[in-house]
């Protein structure tokens, strides 16, 4: 499964982890879930509690919006940019 190590910004990759994993808690089960978890190392699982704490404190939509506010432009953006 998707463990979306290509993702730079860890913050995005932390998200995303926790998106796939309640997805697939929603559509397989908690058993699938688990699986999914197994395969990260203690220090991602803790950025994916850190994400998850902050979806319940803030919400899903401050979250998101901030992560869309803070994320840096990819090189190949930059240059559209300019």
């Known amino acids: ?13 932390n998200w ?3 998106v796939m994993m309640f997805n697939i808690n929603e559509d397989q089960g ?6 999914y978890l197994k395969q990260f190392s203690k220090e991602d699982m803790s950025g994916m509690l850190d ?3 902050r979806v319940k404190t803030l919400g899903a ?4 919006r901030q ?3 803070s994320m840096p432009l990819q090189e190949d953006e930059e240059a559209a940019v300019e």
């Open 30 to 35: 908690i058993d699938a879930a688990s699986a």
């Open 16 to 18: 995303n982890r926790c």
């Open 67 to 69: 992560l869309i506010v």
């Open 51 to 53: 994400m998850y704490h």
């Open 1 to 13: 499964m998707e463990k979306f190590d290509h993702i730079v910004y860890e913050p995005l990759r």
């Open 61 to 64: 939509e401050e979250v998101k």
